[in-house]
């Protein structure tokens, strides 16, 4: 357990000795406060608008983060050889690979607790109150899917050549099932035959990460808080997709040659 | 020798510059496409996100509950305020009726469904102006799309009871589509219900009249719609003004095309009634 946190420890000083989350942080921060300064038809009370498109920077940002971290810390340990005597230690291939995953994930939280205490303080100098219940589920649903994503990272960089080309397919991936992941069961439904199995097939496979995403819609709108029975599921659920991506990135890394 | 070619390439850049600005200029404001920066950087695909963001409007006045393009489209435009006039205020939740999400086909879908907001309802108490930036945005992208003139301006001077915003949004609506007779006939609701001022109202409605029989002489099909709209709003700028030959004119011209004849036949009886009592009208 001390190899993984003290891996994991590692991987969050190095995220901010990096610039990215400080300039994606200061462009999302930027954007929102010239936004948050434009008055439309004189009203100073519209927020809805603001708050979605902070929060839509937000993902963004996050997405980058999580995605860029996870995805170049195995090839990036390998490239610079530092992975020798890492598992010399000795380091267990799996302690590795939980280590490289809870640094990612903390540094996502991190960066999520800065992006959401401006995004709170924003919509509260605006809307006068501070952010209900459901502001906080959604934050815990954007960390939990983040999970999911640095799990999908960490495998791409052990199947895939070159961080860059594990950046380029999560992306896809994960955008991909943001838009129409969960409707792949309504485009099978008015297929038949084997193809109406396939889709169907992969409607089940996939991680469903639009659940996650659209509680954004009720933190904007105002709506009330989410069940705690499904945000726990919802939970459960990430947990499980997360603990079986690791699970298959370990089976791979473990039988991987590591020469260059 | 390259030096020499160089020069002269950049002369003929600047010199072409010169020729064609004024006239591309001259073109770009003629047709009333201002070059405001989302102009600019969207060019003439701006048109395709002046009608996602008239959808997105319509999406926050529905607080989120809205189909996607996977979803079986029930389109109604509820924000562009048909149901608020035609039936009063809309506003709160109606869950009971079928909407476009249906039954849920599996285990997924229906957990996924405690994720976003799905039940219908309508913005109200003033909640309103959500939707106005969406609005803004859509004008500046096509400054040709009526309609979202007409739903910000509805908004503007009935729930928000900003009837100054209205106008002025309204008035640059007009100087991009001068043929709008539907501009000038929500102008005049400005004047007429929010203004208290029925004769600038009737003045509106009379020009919104020209235009729209200037359309129909031209075989272009104005709404007939719109040309009730107007007579009513005469009817309406008469009782005001308490002008009964004017009303009993403009009740026979209603008489003529709106749907509800025998309401306006009542109306013109009892206008004729008022008329011969003594000291009835004031001209």
């Known amino acids: 357990m001390n190899n993984v946190l003290a891996l994991a420890g590692i991987v969050i000083k190095e995220m901010y000795r990096r610039k990215d989350f400080y300039v994606l942080f200061v462009m999302t921060a930027l954007i929102s406060l010239v936004l948050g300064s434009v008055r439309f038809f004189n009203d100073e009370q519209i927020v809805r608008f603001l708050k979605d498109i902070c929060l839509h920077l937000i993902w963004l940002s996050t997405l980058v983060i999580a995605i860029t971290t996870s995805a170049r810390q195995i090839p990036a340990e390998r490239e610079s050889r530092t992975i020798f005597p890492l598992l010399a230690k000795p380091v267990s291939r799996w302690e590795l690979i939980a280590g490289k995953f809870f640094g990612c994930w903390l540094a996502c939280g991190i960066a999520l607790f800065v992006f959401y205490s401006f995004f709170a303080l924003l919509s509260a100098s605006h809307e006068h109150t501070w952010p209900h219940l459901v502001f906080y589920q959604a934050l815990w649903l954007h960390w939990v899917l983040l999970a999911v994503v640095v799990g999908m990272g960490l495998l791409g960089s052990v199947v895939l050549a070159a961080p860059s080309s594990t950046t380029t397919i999560s992306f896809i991936a994960v955008l991909g099932i943001l838009f129409a992941g969960g409707h792949l069961n309504g485009v099978a439904a008015n297929m038949r035959g084997i193809s109406a199995g396939l889709v169907y097939g992969v409607y089940y496979c996939i991680p469903h990460l639009e659940w996650y995403h659209d509680a954004r819609e009720l933190a904007i709108h105002g709506w009330g808080g989410i069940p705690w029975l499904y945000v726990a599921g919802a939970t459960l659920y990430g947990a499980l997709y997360t603990g079986f991506l690791l699970g298959l990135t370990w089976l791979l890394f473990r039988r991987k040659t590591l020469m260059l | ?283």
């Not at chain 2, 809205?66 to 109604?76: G, L, N, R």
């Not at chain 2, 043929?179 to 003045?203: C, M, T």
């Open chain 2, 1 to 283: 020798m390259i030096k020499l070619l160089l020069t002269l390439a950049f002369v003929g850049c600047v010199t072409l510059v010169t020729l064609l600005d004024p006239p591309l200029t001259a073109t770009r404001e003629k047709s009333g496409e201002g070059a405001t920066v989302l102009a600019m950087l969207v060019g003439d695909g701006r048109r395709m996100f002046a009608n996602q963001f008239f959808a997105k409007a319509d999406e926050y006045f529905h607080s989120g509950f809205y189909p996607t393009i996977f979803d079986e489209q029930k389109k109604d435009d509820d924000v562009t305020g048909a149901e608020a006039k035609a039936g009063g205020d809309k506003g709160g939740k109606h869950e009971e009726e079928e909407t476009f999400l249906g039954q849920p086909r599996d285990w997924v879908e229906r957990f996924g469904r405690h994720f976003f907001p799905t039940v219908h309802t309508h913005l109200e108490n003033g909640n309103q102006r959500e939707i106005l930036p969406w609005l803004r945005l859509a004008a500046e992208m096509d400054p040709h799309q009526v309609q979202t003139y007409l739903t910000a301006s509805f908004w503007l001077r009935s729930a928000l009871n900003q009837p100054k915003e209205a106008e002025e949004f309204l008035r640059e609506g007009l100087r991009a589509n001068p043929d709008s007779f539907d501009i000038l006939i929500e102008l005049g609701y400005v004047y007429d219900f929010n203004k208290n001022d029925p004769r600038s109202a009737r003045r509106l409605w009379e020009l919104a009249l020209q235009k729209w029989k200037r359309q129909e002489a031209a075989g272009l099909k104005p709404s007939p719609k719109a040309q009730v709209e107007i007579l009513d709003g005469f009817v309406r700028a008469d009782k005001q003004q308490n002008d009964l030959p004017q009303l009993l004119t403009d009740l026979e011209a209603l008489k003529e095309v709106s749907p509800g004849k025998e309401a306006i036949e009542k109306d013109i009886e009892e206008t004729r009634a008022e008329m011969v009592a003594p000291g009835a009208g004031k001209k």
